[in-house]
């Protein structure tokens, strides 16, 4: 069973940063495509970032330019850099690894 742990939200101030982390067990992250996706109250979950396999990544617009996807194989982790937070970005942020494993979520709230 794999296992996938997100960690690193918080409470921040409106123009703040965060970093978010994807842990997941075992290996899988190294050879799977991965993704951060959020959900606010009463709207939709929305995929955020992703990175393939290989490196490339995609954003969603609303992110562009504020937020950076990475990875470490090595520690089998996925990061989020989230700059120049605003309200709007206040949700619970999945990871997904393979688009078949989640994690709990964690929670990011962006207010002064």
């Known amino acids: 069973q794999v296992q996938v742990v997100e960690s690193g939200g918080g409470l921040v101030q409106p123009g703040g940063s965060l970093r978010l982390s994807c842990a997941a067990s075992?290996?899988?992250?190294?050879?799977?495509?991965v993704g951060w996706y959020r959900q606010a109250p009463g709207k939709q979950r929305e995929l955020v970032a992703s990175?393939?396999?290989?490196?490339?990544?995609n954003y969603a617009d609303s992110v562009k330019g504020r937020f950076t996807i990475s990875r470490d194989n090595a520690k089998n982790t996925v990061y989020l850099q989230m700059n120049s937070l605003n309200p709007e970005d206040t949700a619970v942020y999945y990871c997904?690894?393979?688009?078949?494993?989640w994690g709990q979520g964690t929670q990011v709230t962006v207010s002064s």
């Open positions: 997904s690894v393979g688009g078949a494993f």
């Open positions: 075992g290996s899988i992250i190294s050879i799977s495509g």
């Open positions: 990175i393939a396999r290989g490196g490339s990544t």
